[in-house]
């Protein structure tokens, strides 16, 4: 019989999981939160639990983390992470300090299907979605390394198009991130090429985070050529799902603009 990953089950998934064992639900509560914020690296780490407990437990579960494959530093002051997935793959995470803030820009899917003309992701294709737990997982991993630093933000800006795989980011940003891990959802931005369906549903799945969006060209007929997503959901119905966005007092949503020699940098 397969062990079971404990980081892939929810809170749900914890409870269901401790019954099958006999055990009550208090212990499924005391293993998320040696999980998540313990960062147990191992069920043997678990102290709280007995002997005989984590021996049980370890005989059919195990608790997951992503590995660190590369770390390249660069001089502006970011590093890049590659990680390793349980499955072999690979994802990138960047580290972004600017003065009070440590921003972490996270993957969500490995590769990408969305073929943006200037980005290197978009010629991999997509291999997978990634799951809320590995997605939560670079955030727990690089944090691991940066000790005793702190990551302040997160961005949905990495591998993938979060606003595709949105079931899972909103697991992992609503029951994790800001559920278990305690940051607010202000502190959270969710990047799209424009996926207005995802734009619409955002507020509902993951109340409160921000949204960016990679607009790239001001005319449909330039955006068409860059950016495939835009034969889809063309400007005037990209800006009709912002303006239905909901904005407290004082937010704004990012739009984003790689300037292209030629192509998008004149008037
Ligand atoms: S959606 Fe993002 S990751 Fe995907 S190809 Fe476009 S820019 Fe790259």
């Known amino acids: 019989m397969d062990k079971v990953d404990l980081k892939s089950l929810d809170m749900d998934g914890l409870l269901e999981f ?10 499924a509560r005391q293993l998320m939160h040696w999980m998540y914020e313990k ?26 983390s992503l590995k660190l494959r590369e770390r390249v530093q660069c001089d502006d002051g970011t590093a890049k992470y590659l990680l390793a997935l349980e ?15 440590l921003t972490l820009c996270v993957s969500c899917q490995v590769g990408c299907a969305q073929g943006c003309g200037f980005c290197k992701t978009g010629t991999m294709g997509i291999l997978r979605d990634l799951l809320a737990h590995e997605i939560v997982g670079q955030v727990l991993a690089v944090s691991e390394l940066i000790e005793p630093g702190r990551i302040t933000h997160i961005v949905f800006m990495g591998m993938g198009e979060p606003l595709l795989n949105l079931l899972e980011v909103a697991k992992a940003i609503v029951g994790t991130i800001t559920g278990i891990l305690g940051m607010s959802p202000r502190r959270i931005t969710v ?32 955006r068409d050529s860059i950016m495939p997503i835009n034969r889809c959901y063309p400007i005037a119905e990209l800006v009709s799902a912002c303006r239905k966005f909901p904005l407290k007092k004082g937010r704004t949503i990012t739009f984003e603009y790689v300037l292209l020699k030629a192509i998008n940098d004149s008037l």
């Open 18 to 27: 401790m019954a099958a064992l006999g055990e009550p639900s208090f212990r």
């Open 39 to 64: 960062r147990a690296a191992s069920i043997d780490d678990i102290t709280e639990y007995s002997k005989g407990l984590r021996q049980k437990l370890s005989e059919c579960a195990y608790i997951s």
């Open 87 to 101: 499955d072999g793959l690979s994802i990138e995470c960047v580290l972004i300090p600017d003065k009070e803030r």
């Open 191 to 222: 990047s799209t090429c424009g996926v207005v369906p995802g734009i619409l549903d955002l507020p509902s799945k993951a109340p409160g985070v921000n949204l960016a969006v990679s607009l790239n060209a001001a005319s449909d007929h330039v």
